[in-house]
């Protein structure tokens, strides 16, 4: 098991476009996260997954966000019309509900020009 | 206010230093903390973390809680070059959720130490 895999690690696009990024948990994983994190700030939540089911989503998560889990394995964030201020690393992270403990990945690195 | 403050950084110790890294909470409800490390262009890694009131030792890292002022401390003793990181408090954002559920950070402080 290599642990929580994201690609790409860095997009660079321009305002307007949209841009989809992916993850892969640990196998065997059924919880899976998404969280932003700007320079000189902790991460902040963004989405949460159980299996392939969307349970929660934050206020920060605009209509041009959208994450899918199709099959309750890797999951898509997906941001369409993108903007400078979504400029950030997007991290995600999994876990198990029985173990005390959440694995990130490396995160993607998203420059919006 | 946020929920999670920590003291704002950057931090630079000599190696063998003892580091303090310090967090304060708002809601005295919660009783479950935890300290994560981040390398630079790393994700967030769980270093330690607590449940209510006292300490929890690891190795040179020392996790303390301390309900009654609401602060959470983290102390690395003989500090290394490789404990240069970003170190980030955390709770669950849920009562009765653990570190396997959605979270809230502190902003994080960031740790060099200079051989």
């Known amino acids: 098991d290599t642990g929580v895999s994201q690609d790409p690690r860095h997009k660079i696009t321009k305002r307007g476009q949209n841009v989809t990024f992916r993850c892969d948990p640990i196998?065997?994983?059924?919880?899976l996260y998404w969280y932003r994190q700007t320079l000189g700030q902790g991460p902040e939540f963004l989405t949460y997954?159980?299996?392939?089911?969307?349970?929660?989503k934050s206020r920060l998560l605009s209509d041009r966000f959208s994450a899918e889990r199709p099959k309750g394995s890797f999951s898509t964030l997906e941001i369409q019309r993108t903007e400078q201020g979504d400029s950030a690393m997007y991290l995600c992270?999994?876990?198990?509900?029985?173990?005390?403990?959440?694995?990130f990945g490396p995160g993607t690195r998203l420059t919006v020009l | 206010q946020k929920e999670v403050e920590q003291d704002p950084g950057p931090l630079s110790v000599p190696e063998g230093a003892i580091v303090s890294l310090n967090c304060t909470y708002s809601?005295?409800?919660?009783?479950?903390f935890m300290w994560y490390r981040q390398y630079s262009r790393k994700g967030p890694e769980l270093l330690m973390y607590?449940?209510?009131?006292g300490n929890k030792e690891d190795g040179r890292f020392t996790a303390q809680v301390d309900k009654s002022s609401k602060y959470i401390s983290l102390f690395i003793r003989d500090s290394q070059p490789s404990d240069s990181a970003t170190y980030l408090c955390?709770?669950?954002?849920?009562?009765?959720?653990?570190?396997?559920?959605?979270?809230?950070f502190g902003k994080g402080i960031t740790l060099s130490v200079r051989p």
């Open positions: 992270a999994s876990s198990t509900s029985s173990r005390d403990t959440q694995y």
């Open positions: 809601n005295s409800a919660f009783q479950y």
């Open positions: 607590t449940y209510s009131s």
């Open positions: 997954f159980q299996n392939e089911a969307q349970l929660e």
């Open positions: 955390a709770r669950p954002f849920h009562l009765f959720t653990g570190a396997n559920s959605k979270l809230t």
């Open positions: 196998s065997e994983h059924n919880r």
